[in-house]
């Protein structure tokens, strides 16, 4: 399965941070999507998720599905 880092929502405290990781999870095997971490960066508050998924697209669904899509989303083609 390919991996995927996207990132997206502004402004999030570490609470929320666990509250939208935890949607994901709840939802992400409809769509075949494994999220693996979420980080935030606290200066920004920018959040980044790795996943591995059968596609972009389904990453973004389960992202709306859970109520906070993603800004963008990459591919990974090769890591270590």
Known sequence: MAQFMDH???DITA???MQAH???LA???EEGVRFEKAWAD???GTVYCL???PSAE???RIHARAGHRAD???PVPLAT
């Open 27 to 29: 939802v992400e095997r």
């Open 51 to 53: 996943s591995a998924a």
């Open 15 to 17: 609470d929320q941070l």
């Open 72 to 74: 963008e989303v990459h």
């Open 8 to 10: 997206g929502m502004k």
């Open 58 to 60: 389904a990453v973004q």
């Open 42 to 44: 606290p200066s920004s």
């Open 22 to 24: 935890q949607a994901d």
